[in-house]
């Protein structure tokens, strides 16, 4: 809801899985009800009448909206690739490195091509072939102009203009309400700009792409979800249909523990690789092992519910060698946890029922296992999950 200029409303109704059955949408006095209906395997059906297709693998093959129809296509590992307007003359084609990374997009006789870092940030962009144009993460001044940005009160930024009154107004889930996207692309949970595409509003977001119209993913969540969660079950959803207390960064690999079991596991998402080298399918449970949080008297407790990133992992050696005894080979450290300060998973003591100040404690090998995981995996983002009840 926004009042003052540029006033709208939005209402929801969900089924008991997440599913949006209704979005009713009133924009300078004129309210639009959409209708959406949905498949036993949670896959959208129809939008206002229009109906939507999937593959095999549940990817969003056809896609209906406004009248208009999106054919999409994906290559063997999920990746979208195609994406093209029925009755246009060309789509979009994209092409992708082995660690899923987009590094071309092409339209028609037009390509631009993405060079990377060490992680998912574009270091250099170019066209057609041209020179290359470098992004610039530092100090140094290039040129100088006015760009106006907009916060929300979550503290996202919510857009960025070339002057202070031609901002567009979306909705929280990044749909378009009033104004042009010439000027503005939806940055949603993630901090930065997208780059503008023909692609319907569709925005890439990690290794999925994500349709603000409907509010869902065009593929399945490769976490399978946790069944104390019962909306991350649904593969499709969109940071639990919370978007303005919630954010959903698409992570690698997903760690869970659960406090009733005393186990730990980790599930690989597509950008993991074994040992051989391979890529592991969507949500494979890749290790599932015990764990314990028990604490002492003069810790904060237990580690608290909820999803948590995965802040980095460091070697006990050196300057950190004295934690060896406390802590094993490694800490894996989980931030921010509120409230809370060095907060991890890690082994030690011999024991992985042994008390802890609030860590999850497993065993070294266990640990040491996670973290070359973590290591291995080429994308950041990745989660832990802690269930206690």
Known sequence: ??????????????????????????????????????????????????????????????????????????????????????????????????????????????????????????????????????????AGLYQRGSDYLHWNLRGDLAGIGASSANVPITDAFGD?????????????????????????????VGVRWYDPVVGRFLQQDPWLGSVYAPLTLNAYVYCLNDPVNAVDPSGMLHIVYNGQTNRIKVYADEGDVDASGQRRRHGDLILNEPAHNNTTRNSNGPFPEGTFDVAGVFDNTGDRADRVPSQGPVFIWINPVPGRSEMGIHG??????????????????????IADLIRRNPRSNNRLTVVQD
């Not at 109906?51 to 999409?72: F, I, K």
């Not at 000027?183 to 901090?191: H, R």
Request: proline share 1%; charged share 20%.
């Open 176 to 204: 378009l309400v009033n104004g042009m996207r010439a000027v503005y692309d939806w940055n949603g949970a993630w901090l930065y700009r997208n780059e503008l595409t023909e692609t319907g509003g569709l925005v890439q």
């Open 348 to 369: 030690g003591r011999g024991d992985p029922t042994y008390p802890t100040l609030g860590c999850i404690r497993t065993s070294d090998e266990t640990a040491q296992r």
């Open 1 to 138: 809801m926004r009042t003052g200029s540029s006033a709208y409303r939005v209402e929801y109704t969900y089924d008991k899985v997440g599913n949006r059955l209704t979005r009713t949408r009133t924009v300078n006095g004129q309210t639009v009800v959409d209708v959406l209906s949905y498949n036993a395997a949670n896959q959208l059906k129809s939008l206002n009448g229009q109906s939507w297709e999937h593959d095999a693998d549940g990817n969003v093959v056809v896609r209906r909206v406004n009248g208009e129809t999106w054919e999409l296509g994906y290559d063997s590992e999920g990746n979208l690739v195609r994406v093209k307007r029925q009755g246009a003359s060309v789509g979009w084609v994209y092409t992708y490195d082995g660690l899923g990374r987009r590094v071309k997009a092409q339209l028609g006789s037009n390509t631009l091509e993405f060079l990377y870092g060490a992680g998912d940030a574009v270091l250099a962009e170019r066209a057609n072939g041209g020179a290359w144009v470098v992004q610039s993460f530092g």
